[in-house]
């Protein structure tokens, strides 16, 4: 078990050096000079002076060893560096919508796994009957809706026609709970029809494919009720491959939130990511990406701990 | 009409949605005269008209146009970046695979670390340095898809690498290059086709998404993310210039997505497939269950703790239905063990899961027959006309089964104690720390030591000897008065084997513990050491039974006979090697069974008759009985 978590530890280490690597590697691996890319654009050549200014300010006029170490060390005391715009610390903006992102995400992965779980139960016990084939019809066609449009139209139908709620914003948890909540819901529930339909697939397959199994066949000659044999010898065990894909797809949210986000107005850090892109300040841009893809890493780490704990057969390995 | 092969249909339709989104995009110059940029200030926001069909947007564009003209960005973005991720994937992928080494490490560490990215990001990241465009999408789809693709091709060359046409085409001295790309590539081609199918959808989706954001394509291009953008600014006044784009999209994703899907089927089989079961569900009609009475010695049929009698249980398949077991009639007597034996597909393992009701649905059924068992409280039970709960009631309690696997016939994520207990807690409904006491006498004797230990043990911490122990631990925890043992020791070594054997037997012996038990093998070797009578059963049917010594002295069916001079045998005095006999001829595929005897192929003894009809069961000494009208002659 220890040299299970140990090894599992370790590969997660390694991928965050390589991925703080490639992040600070892609400026250099773009053809071209980096501070006159950015500052490009608009068909005007930049002015040499900016260039220069621009490439002393990114460090890019050290040697390149030099600046992979101000880099590394910057990031291991939790400097990112200063905004382009205004000179603010990146570090502080992210600590301040980080939270906010996150509770999005946990938000509207708690929604999609209430609705998809389920129902991706529902179908594989119903396997191949009009319930089954109706759901299954349904994830397919919300799985092909891209989530900016589901996003768009429920901002015209909900906020603009109905008027239930607000077209989007944001109100700190602190000063008005239930207000916050509500303006919570679009955008977690925009995120959590795509990501229920594929809770729902991988459930279904995965129920499936475990009522297979020769333990159930065991379970129902033991002469075990069938909700008995559903709940405790196809469900429990269904549930840790489930909780897998579930887990590596809040990942994946980690950088779909984006696009929601930005159509709701949620003040998050991917949002802000967009704003950042927008003005092309590296400094924000490569501190976003950097913070995201160590929780990226982080929660793959956690699901496989988690799986740990769900499988006995890797436990006591 | 068409006529177009099953495996096709399911891909043909979204390859068609697919097709006409592809050709709308194609022929846009041709399909309308506007200029998707062309601006005209005077007619914003103009309603449809029959020059613009689906009006003008806030610049007074033509919607229509922008629409097919979004078709084209969105498209060659996708199909560029598609194509050249999965020629650079491919490539990568393929020599990563063949050669291993370095190459492997190179391509496909590098592969999983890009794919442990959220795409988007990595997108984004590439777009602040150089700006957005049709360009810089171009080539951010490539860095992101090539990965995906390398993946593929490299788990499918693994596994391709070893295959024996690959070996001769290395050992027929084929260049490297020839190897790659004209015996390995085309084999692997299935996944890699899904692949840039998944690409293509996942391509769409995130150009729209950029352009959405203002990052993908840039104004006054048509993309339709970015008249989405564009017309979400003023959806409250007229909502059509939005919802279109939101359509188009839609629909194009959809087709793309349904199109993998099929692909996915019709490349990986293996997958839990939507189509082929919704097809066979509809299929499904059964006969309705006759009354199919056929000869079962009366006498015995009145004192058995089992009897069945024409017991038939089909199957479909895709070829049609199949009868895998058909007019089986057989007795079991209390105490009694009577061996059931065939070679694989005999249709044995499907009779003993009928009994108990245990029938893989909804492909298999037990369509007629009579399943008749006496209780422990000496009442007699049809098990086939119980209802799920009825046969709940008898499963575990009255017939217990043991199954051929024990590995998988264990739940692995609960301690063989608990697995014991369940079966008590249900049908004796005692407590749970009770049931778990009784577990460990039960572990105690089937012979495991320190069973208040061993309980808390999972099963893969046990051999398999040991999960065949918990198992009959299983099956006699409620004392039944009857065990199907399905091919307990098949998987097991052969030491192991007689040990279970043995075990078996020893539990049967005791006293306090008398069952009948239907031992269900192919080894005659086995029947000879455990049962008292036996059946022999041939594609589905029992063609000969009878008591274990009569009938291996001398055999009433040439099937039998055979079997019986197929063990290996080494004459004791001599010291010689007999020749091992085989029966000539394959057993023939249930869905083409002769009218006749199924074994008549195959036998040196069938006349015209054999062939024509079905022989009846004979009578050819004390309870024992053939199939067979020539059993005279064989004896003979």
């Keep these: ?317 | 009409m068409l006529n177009i092969d099953a495996k096709y249909r399911n891909i043909l339709p979204p390859l068609i949605g697919v097709a006409l989104v592809f050709l709308l995009a194609l022929l846009a110059p041709f399909i309308t005269g506007h200029d998707p940029v062309h601006m005209s200030i005077s007619e914003r926001m103009a309603p449809p008209s029959m020059e613009h069909l689906l009006g003008q947007d806030n610049y007074g564009r033509d919607i229509f146009s922008r629409l097919l003209y979004g078709a084209r960005v969105s498209i060659a973005v996708a199909l560029f970046s598609a194509l050249s991720a999965g020629i650079l994937g491919i490539t990568i992928g393929i020599i990563g695979g063949y050669f291993g080494g370095i190459a492997e490490l190179i391509t496909v560490r590098l592969a999983d670390i890009i794919l442990s990215f959220p795409p988007i990001l990595l997108a984004l990241l590439i777009v602040t340095i150089l700006g957005p465009g049709v360009e810089t999408l171009g080539l951010v789809l490539t860095i992101l898809y090539m990965p995906g693709y390398a993946r593929v091709a490299y788990g499918e060359t693994l596994s391709m690498r070893q295959l024996e046409f690959v070996e001769a085409a290395r050992a027929l001295g084929s260049p490297t290059w020839r190897i790659l790309a004209l015996t390995i590539l085309p084999n692997i081609l299935g996944p890699l086709i899904v692949q840039f199918s998944l690409t293509v959808s996942s391509a769409v989706l995130i150009e729209s998404g950029l352009s959405f954001l203002g990052l993908g394509v840039v104004p006054p291009d048509p993309s339709w993310g970015l008249m989405i953008r564009e017309a979400r600014a003023y959806m409250v006044y007229t909502p059509m210039p939005l919802l279109w784009p939101c359509i188009a999209l839609t629909i194009t994703v959809l087709a793309v997505n349904s199109l993998c899907d099929a692909l996915r089927d019709f490349y990986d089989p293996r997958a839990v497939s939507t189509n082929f079961l919704a097809n066979l569900a509809k299929t499904l009609i059964y006969a309705p269950i006759a009354k199919d009475y056929s000869q079962i010695d009366a006498q015995k049929a009145e004192s058995a703790l089992l009897s069945t009698s024409g017991l038939r249980t089909e199957f479909v398949t895709p070829k049609g239905r199949i009868r895998a077991s058909n007019d089986v009639s057989f007795t079991v007597a209390p105490g009694e063990t009577v061996a059931l034996v065939g070679e694989s597909g005999s249709g044995k393992t499907i009779t003993g899961l009928s009994v108990l009701g245990l029938v893989p649905e909804p492909l298999g059924k037990m369509t007629s027959g009579q399943v008749a068992l006496r209780s422990k409280s000496d009442e007699i039970i049809c098990i086939e006309e119980l209802d799920d709960e009825g046969l709940q009631q008898v499963r575990g309690d009255e017939i217990a089964m043991v199954f051929q696997e024990p590995m998988s016939s264990l739940n692995p994520v609960y301690p063989v104690g608990e697995q014991i207990a369940e079966s008590l807690r249900y049908h004796r409904k005692i407590s749970r720390p009770q049931a778990l006491l009784t577990a460990v006498d039960l572990l105690e004797s089937v012979g495991i030591s320190d069973p208040a230990k061993r309980i808390k043990d999972y099963p893969h911490q046990m051999s398999g000897g040991m999960q065949q122990r918990v198992m009959i631990a299983m099956a006699l925890s409620c004392s039944p008065s009857l065990i199907i043992a399905d091919e307990p020791t098949t998987a097991l070594d052969v030491t192991i084997q007689a040990q279970i054997l043995e075990l078996l037997r020893n539990i049967r012996n005791q006293e306090n513990r008398s069952f009948g038990m239907l031992f269900i093998t192919h080894n005659l070797g086995v029947v000879a050491e455990i049962a008292d009578r036996v059946l022999v059963m041939y594609c589905g049917r029992i063609v000969e039974s009878g008591p274990v010594s009569n009938l291996f002295r001398s055999p009433a069916h040439p099937y039998t006979k055979g079997l019986l001079a197929s063990i290996p045998h080494i004459d004791h005095s001599s010291g010689d090697r007999q020749p091992l006999y085989a029966i000539p001829g394959t057993v023939p595929a249930l869905d083409e069974l002769p009218p006749g005897c199924a074994f008549a192929p195959r036998c040196n003894l069938a006349i015209e008759a054999c062939v024509q009809e079905l022989p009846e069961l004979e009578v050819v000494g004390d309870g024992h009985w053939s199939r067979c009208p020539r059993w005279r002659e064989l004896r003979g």
């Excluded at chain 1, 397919?140 to 015209?156: C, D, E, R």
């Excluded at chain 1, 913070?291 to 929660?299: E, G, K, N, Q, T």
């Excluded at chain 1, 988690?306 to 390995?317: A, G, N, Q, T």
């Design chain 1, 1 to 317: 078990m220890w040299r299970y978590i140990i090894k599992r530890v370790f590969i997660a280490l390694m991928l965050v050096f390589v991925v703080t690597s490639i992040v600070f590697l892609v400026i250099h691996l773009i053809p071209g000079d980096p501070a006159m890319l950015l500052l490009s654009g608009g068909g005007v050549d930049p002015a040499p002076e900016v260039v220069d200014a621009m490439r002393r300010r990114l460090g890019l006029d050290l040697p390149i060893w030099t600046q992979y170490i101000n880099y590394v060390t910057g990031i291991l005391q939790g400097d990112f560096g200063t905004s382009f715009q205004d000179d603010h610390p990146v570090a502080e903006e992210i600590a301040k919508r980080l939270p906010r992102t996150i509770e999005l995400i946990l938000a509207a992965t708690a929604l999609s796994i209430l609705i998809g779980v389920p129902l991706g139960i529902l179908a594989a016990l119903q396997h191949g009957k009009y319930v089954d084939r109706t759901l299954a019809l349904g994830a397919g066609l919300m799985l092909s809706v891209p989530v900016f449009v589901t996003g768009t139209l429920m901002v015209l139908l909900f906020a603009q026609e109905l008027r239930w709620v607000p077209a989007g914003g944001f109100v700190a948890f602190s000063r008005d709970p239930v207000q916050h909540l509500i303006f919570l819901l679009m955008p977690a529930a925009t995120i959590a029809i795509g990501f229920s339909a594929a809770i729902f697939r991988m459930t279904r397959t995965t129920v499936l494919e475990t009522l297979k199994r020769d333990w159930v066949r065991t379970a129902r000659a033991k002469g075990l009720p069938r909700s008995v044999v559903i709940r405790r010898h196809v469900v429990r065990n269904a549930m840790g491959p489930v909780m897998t894909v579930i887990g590596l797809q809040m990942g994946t949210l980690l950088g779909g939130t984006v696009l929601v986000e930005y159509v709701f107005n949620w003040p998050g850090l991917s949002g802000f990511l967009v704003v950042a892109v927008e003005s092309r300040d590296y400094p924000e841009v490569q501190g976003i990406i950097l913070v995201i893809s160590f929780l990226f890493i982080m929660l793959n780490l956690l699901v496989d701990l988690l799986y740990s704990v769900l499988d006995p057969r890797i436990r006591l390995e």
